[in-house]
């Protein structure tokens, strides 16, 4: 994948409060899905979409255990979305 549609691909999942919401949620601590649809008042499915495109993005890690799949954060993603972003900075 070109470093550009990677950051195409994670501007769009950034666009959306709810996943927004999502990342901050996981900063602190891995969660299910369900534990994660608790903390929102929208359906289970809308929650899975939302980490579908976090995941795409790779914003998220997902790894099952046992018939649970826990989320985790990928600051890597993020790492490198600053580094793109900061070659723009003039220097003085």
Known sequence: MSKYLRVNIVFKAL?????REIL???KDRDMTAGEIAEQFNISKPSISHHLDLLKQAGLVIANKD?????YSINTTVMDEMLKWMLQF???K
């Open 15 to 19: 666009n959306d409060a709810t996943r």
């Open 24 to 26: 901050e949620l996981l």
């Open 66 to 70: 046992g018939q649970f799949i826990h």
């Open 89 to 91: 900075k003039r220097k």
